[in-house]
């Protein structure tokens, strides 16, 4: 059986995504009244063995993939990049290629998607993208599966996005194209998705649709969608505030969406910012569900890597 890695949802089969929420559902479920430390049924990756290395800070990656890979039964081993030789100049190919000898995955969460790619194209082991400046995949799948549990329907439903055209948001596009639903963003232009991005989903016939404002991409959603309009690396933070501040989800905002929608952040969150304490920590918004996710959809994402699904 081929390598299966985990670095773009637009790369993976709609069938195989649909098999890994599932899963992950299933296992939520399943868990329910047990211990956090306790190992699941079977203990499905028992002896595997999953290696994490951080180029950015993290807390719910890092968390979740650790306590994940403990209750599957398998074990994890934390670095960052820069305790390692790949923060003194080792080739990533070379890393690669070693790590391969160690371990039987490797998850990464790093700053250029180029680097991710060229580590999967060398490792003999499955990669998994925890995050790149290009996408975020495990957030997104966690987020379906947080609205499945809610009772949304993923292929009748109308998700909208307001704010930066980030990699959260490219990973929604290319959901959109594997799970049918609806999807509007607001951004302003300097700040909008990468037209490629947009068009290949397009073609694929999803429903993808930008706007110039956060209202026109509101009206009438399901489920709205925020993040930060600062991340990680971005050198222009005053100009972002500026341009982005008519895009934050305000509680005005929040009613031109339907009156049962949902509010979802991948966070960290920045109350005042991009999101009104009053959404953020209101009725509608499911952000805790959606970062206690991480763990049960991560956790299917390793079993469907190793051949477990």
Not at 8 to 20: E, G, K, N, V
Not at 139 to 147: F, G, K, N, R
Not at 206 to 226: P, Q, S
Request: with cysteine.
């Amino acid at each position: 059986m081929s390598k299966r890695d985990f670095l773009d949802l637009i790369d993976i089969p709609a069938a195989d995504l649909r098999t890994i929420l599932d899963d992950a559902l299933t296992t939520k479920r399943a868990r329910q009244g047990r211990l956090k430390g306790e190992v699941d049924a079977g203990a499905p990756l028992a002896g595997h063995m999953l290696a994490m290395i951080f180029e950015k800070a993290s807390t719910r990656t890092r968390f979740s993939f650790e306590v994940g890979m403990h209750q599957l039964g398998g074990s994890a081993i934390v670095a960052r990049a820069g305790e390692m030789q790949l923060g003194r100049g080792e080739t990533v190919e070379d890393t690669a290629r070693v790590l391969s000898r160690y371990v039987d995955a490797i998850m990464i969460r790093a700053n250029d998607h180029a680097d991710v790619e060229a580590l999967a194209a060398a490792a003999s082991v499955p990669v998994i993208n925890g995050l790149t400046d290009r996408s975020h995949p495990c957030q997104i799948l966690a987020d379906l599966m947080t609205l499945e549990e809610h009772g949304i329907d993923l292929a009748s439903a109308h998700l909208a996005w307001v704010g930066d055209g980030n990699n959260v948001c490219t990973s929604f596009i290319h959901a959109a194209t594997k799970f049918g639903f609806k999807l509007t963003i607001g951004t302003p232009s300097r700040y909008a998705p990468d037209e490629e991005d947009v068009e290949a989903a397009q073609d694929l016939q999803a429903r993808v649709h930008l706007y110039d404002t956060a209202e026109e991409a509101v009206a009438g959603a399901d489920v709205v969608i925020a993040d930060t309009f600062v991340s990680m690396g971005d050198a222009d933070a005053d100009q972002r505030l500026d341009l982005l501040e008519d895009y934050a989800v305000t509680t005005d905002l929040m009613e031109l969406a339907k009156p049962t929608a949902r509010f979802l952040h991948c966070l960290p969150a920045h109350r005042g910012e991009e999101v009104d304490a009053e959404v953020i920590d209101g009725p509608q918004s499911l952000v805790f569900d959606e970062a206690e996710n991480r763990v049960h959809a991560q956790k299917a994402i390793l079993k469907w890597c190793l051949n477990k699904l």
